[in-house]
T-cell receptor, first 110, second 114 residues
Framework: RKEVEQDPGPFNVPEGATVAFNCTYS??????FFWYRQDCRKEPKLLMS???SGNEDGRFTAQLNRASQYISLLIRDSKLSDSATYLC???????????FGSGTQLTVLP | IAGITQAPTSQILAAGRRMTLRCTQD?????MYWYRQDLGLGLRLIHY???????GKGEVPDGYSVSRANTDDFPLTLASAVPSQTSVYFC?????????????FGPGTRLTVL
């Protein structure tokens, strides 16, 4: 079993739609949680950190459930520019190393 | 320069050859990392360095070595390349003094081993 599991998609949604991505992680020692965005095999870029209380950044809302070891990302009012691969990421260990999910591909259609 | 640079951008290499991928950051981050990304597998950690002079093994270290002689540079060496090392390689850095734990990635090196 992979340490971080994501639905690979692809998700094809029309502009303006709301889309939700889910992710589960298996290591309860995971300390920090993130969503990264990656465009066309370019470098991953941090979209947002994820906190237990839930956090929002504009159209993006992230949630963490430590008891269920579950992370989610909600994108409201999707834009064409949101088309990318979204990577669920957990951090653990003294090296603060990241473990990545395989990514969920999103295409927003005009 | 600003951020993280990697060189070369891409490389085609014959199996058995030695290759060093370069990574330089100008943010004075203590921690640096090397990942490889393969289709369907996501990014996997190869080696890391918490601070200059120290290194550690990640999830897939075999066939790779690293050194950290100073804060800015973290080269990754393939002593004798094999086709399974064909991948996209990303270097990353993190400010260990920060509370955010954010890792910043370089643009990557696309390596093909024939």
């Amino acid at each position: 079993r992979k340490e971080v599991e994501q639905d690979p998609g692809p998700f094809n949604v029309p502009e303006g739609a709301t889309v939700a991505f889910n992710c589960t992680y298996s290591n309860s020692a995971s300390q920090s949680f993130f969503w990264y965005r990656q465009d066309c095999r370019k470098e991953p870029k941090l979209l947002m950190s994820v906190y237990s209380s839930g956090n929002e950044d504009g159209r993006f809302t992230a949630q963490l459930n430590r008891a269920s070891q579950y992370i989610s990302l909600l994108i409201r009012d999707s834009k064409l520019s949101d088309s990318a691969t979204y990577l669920c990421v957990v951090m653990r260990g003294s090296a603060r190393q990241l473990t990545f999910g395989s990514g969920t591909q999103l295409t927003v259609l005009p | 320069i600003a951020g993280i640079t990697q060189a070369p951008t891409s490389q085609i290499l014959a199996a058995g050859r030695r290759m060093t991928l370069r990574c330089t950051q100008d943010m004075r981050h203590n921690a640096m990392y090397w990942y490889r990304q393969d289709l369907g597998l996501g990014l996997r950690l190869i080696h890391y360095s918490n601070t200059a002079g120290t290194t550690g093994k990640g999830e897939v270290p075999d066939g790779y070595s690293v050194s950290r002689a100073n804060t800015d540079d973290f080269p990754l060496t393939l002593a004798s390349a094999v086709p399974s090392q064909t991948s996209v390689y990303f270097c990353a850095s993190r400010d260990s003094g920060s509370s955010t734990d954010t890792q910043y990635f370089g643009p990557g090196t696309r390596l093909t081993v024939l």
